[in-house]
């Protein structure tokens, strides 16, 4: 299960260097229900999501390279890239991701929760603007289908 919420930032830490970050790609093969492929760094993975906005099922399958290249070529719409920076923010962890490509300057911080509760309790930190966690749009699965 994966519960998560998202929203919009004001600008970006000014010590974003600082933090952990990975270099993502992915493409949807289907958008309902969303089946996507992602390389992450030097990971890749099949990733089924189930139906909800704020929390939704969600499986990762681990694919070698050769499957991931297989599979991305066959993915529908646009591929997205982005540059996922790992905030901590104890608890949790602030996973903001800067989109590059068609899809600059979009910046989407999300946090992922152990249960509900402890999601709607969360209190967002000043330099998150909007709330985007049940606007579909800001996700990556309808952006792969946006038309340019």
């Not at 704020?54 to 890239?81: C, F, Q, S, V, W």
């Amino acid at each position: 299960m994966e519960i998560e919420r998202k929203f919009t930032i004001r600008q970006l830490p000014d010590n974003l260097s600082a933090y952990d970050s990975h270099l993502i790609e992915q493409g949807y093969l289907n958008t309902n229900p969303v089946v996507r492929v992602r390389r992450e760094d030097d990971t890749y993975y099949l990733t089924y999501k189930g139906k909800g906005l704020m929390a939704r099922e969600e499986y990762n399958l681990p694919l070698n390279k050769e499957a991931y290249h297989h599979l991305i070529a066959k993915a529908d719409g646009n591929i997205i890239t982005k540059r996922r920076y790992l905030i901590p923010l104890p608890p949790y962890t602030i996973e903001l991701d800067v989109f590059e490509g068609l899809f600059a300057p979009l910046m989407i911080a999300e946090v992922e929760f152990p249960t509900e509760e402890e999601a709607e309790a969360f209190v967002p930190p000043a330099w998150f603007v909007d709330e985007v966690t049940y606007d579909p749009a800001y996700h990556n699965s309808t952006l792969s289908t946006k038309k340019f």
